[in-house]
């Protein structure tokens, strides 16, 4: 669990805790970041060459999202990015990929191709991405704002937090201008 910083926000966060479920609490304590903080220092490269890092992502509204091939809920998941996400998102000021956690791009490129998805993808197989953000569980979904800081961050898959997402990215978006 993050260390509070005072005596007041140590009785919040265990109030916060004691209120989950123990899979939410399991959760909870899996998340090294949270809503409002800085994005850790990332970078990737895609499938297709294309290399980000903080430089060319300053600016721009991102969505990290992080998944296995194997993982029932990011299958599911994976076609509403697709589908209420990327083709629908096409914005100068949008960037998003979806990070294969412990996979490598041969793996990665072998997925892409057999579901047809066009979403970038990135490797991750030795979780040096993935454990900035979190310790398990996936799927997981990051907006970074335009100011690099964390606008929403979930844990799984279900629509009604998939919907806050988008919400979370078209507010985004207007704020920085675009869309």
């Known amino acids: ?3 509070p910083k005072s005596c007041l926000a140590s009785l ?3 109030v916060f805790a004691s209120n989950l479920s123990a ?8 998340s090294l970041t949270k809503v409002g903080q800085q994005v850790p ?5 895609t499938l297709d060459g294309q290399k980000f890092d903080a430089k060319t992502l300053h600016g721009k509204i991102v969505l990290v999202n992080f998944f296995a091939t194997w993982c029932g809920p990011c299958m599911q998941e994976m076609p509403h990015l697709q589908k209420h996400v990327f083709e629908r998102v096409k914005d100068k000021h949008f960037v998003m990929v ?3 956690r412990e996979h490598n791009d041969a793996e990665l490129k072998e997925f892409r191709k057999k579901h047809q998805f066009t979403i970038p993808i ?3 197989p030795g979780r040096k991405i993935y454990g900035r953000f979190a310790t398990q569980y996936i799927p997981r979904n990051y907006v970074i704002a335009a100011d690099g800081k964390i606008a929403f961050q979930s844990v799984g898959y279900n629509e009604a937090e998939f919907k806050k997402m988008i919400d979370v990215i078209d507010k985004e978006l207007k704020k920085a201008g675009a869309k």
């Open 1 to 3: 669990m993050p260390k």
């Open 12 to 14: 919040l966060l265990c």
């Open 23 to 30: 899979a939410e609490q399991s959760e909870f304590e899996s």
């Open 41 to 45: 220092e990332i970078g990737w490269e």
């Open 98 to 100: 979806a990070i294969g």
């Open 122 to 124: 990135a490797a991750d």
